[in-house]
Every structure is written in structure tokens, then in C-alpha cells.
């Protein structure tokens, strides 16, 4: 009986995927008064490392970047592709990656921030990860305090484009 048993545990593990969610979350602070864009992207870690794998990137893990120069570049690239923001004055807005914190729960935080005119409206892509987890899910809250707005704003494959008018 033992044995049966642990062969439907060992086969029903090879139908089981890591997990049925995808996520990416964003919190974005607008500094109005030295201009400054200051934003942190929370990704789960395997899930980024298999995307920059995707996108022909090989040989390390997101340990390493805090370290290697080139890495970093890769990283900073592939987050403005996918994390895009404009303003009204800005086509759009580079982020410049400034930091990359590992959690020991298995997710990585990226800081990166931008410096821009002031704004009135501001346009948030969010599609991290879409192209390659059609399940994913993403969010960003949005913090203003000049103005007392936060806001959460959520992205889907069918909805990666959304808009905050500050005023």
C-alpha cells in the first residue's frame, strides 16, 4: 500500500507546475519637489531568472547583478521595456536601476528611479512578464503625497496601459 502510495505522490508531481500565479508588483513615488521619480519593482525571482534566460541572457542568477556591470545593464533594459512610463512632458520617462535587494522569500526587489519635469499626467505600461507568463498579473500603487493621492492600479494581458491624471 506504501508503495502505491508514493508512486501517485512522485507522478502527481510531475503534473503539479511551481505555481498557478504570476505577479509583479510596483510602487511608484512621485517627488515633485526635486523632480524625482523614485520606483520599486517586486518580481518573484525564478520566475525573472527564467524570463532573462528567455530573452538569451545565460550563465547567472539575480545574485550576481549587484556585481556585474553588464547584468545590470540587461536587467535595466528589459524592465524599461516592459515597465514603461510617460508624462505629459516626457515621452518617456528612463528609469535607471539603482539597486537589487534578494528576499529570502523567493522574490527580488529592483530600485530604480528618474528625474522629470513636472507633471500632470502620468501613463504606467505594465507588461513585466506578460509575453512569457500569459498568467500574470501585475499591480502598481501609485503614491502622490503632494496631493494625497494613492492609487492602485492593476494590468493584465488585456489591459497593460493605464493612465493617472494628477490633477
Known amino acids: 500500500m506504501r508503495f502505491i502510495c508514493s508512486i ?8 503539479c507546475s511551481a505555481h498557478d500565479y504570476y505577479f509583479a508588483f510596483a510602487e511608484v513615488e512621485y517627488k515633485p519637489q526635486n523632480g524625482i521619480l523614485e520606483v520599486t519593482l517586486v518580481v518573484t525571482t525564478h520566475d525573472f531568472e527564467q524570463y532573462l534566460l528567455s530573452e538569451g541572457y545565460e550563465g547567472h ?22 515597465f514603461q512610463i510617460s508624462t505629459d512632458i516626457h515621452e518617456s520617462v528612463r528609469l535607471q536601476l539603482v539597486g537589487i535587494e534578494n528576499q ?64
Open 8 to 15: 501517485c505522490v512522485v507522478l502527481s508531481t510531475f503534473y
Open 61 to 82: 542568477d539575480l545574485n550576481a547583478a549587484r556585481g556585474d556591470s553588464l547584468l545590470s545593464n540587461f536587467i535595466e533594459q528589459k524592465i524599461n521595456k516592459h
Open 104 to 167: 529570502l522569500i523567493g522574490t527580488t526587489q529592483f530600485y530604480l528611479s528618474a528625474q522629470v519635469e513636472p507633471i500632470q499626467i502620468i501613463d504606467f505600461k505594465f507588461d513585466l512578464l506578460m509575453d512569457y507568463f500569459p498568467q500574470q498579473q501585475n499591480k502598481i500603487k501609485f503614491i502622490y503625497k503632494l496631493r494625497d493621492l494613492n492609487t492602485t492600479l492593476e494590468f493584465l494581458p488585456s489591459r497593460k496601459e493605464q493612465i493617472i491624471d494628477l490633477y
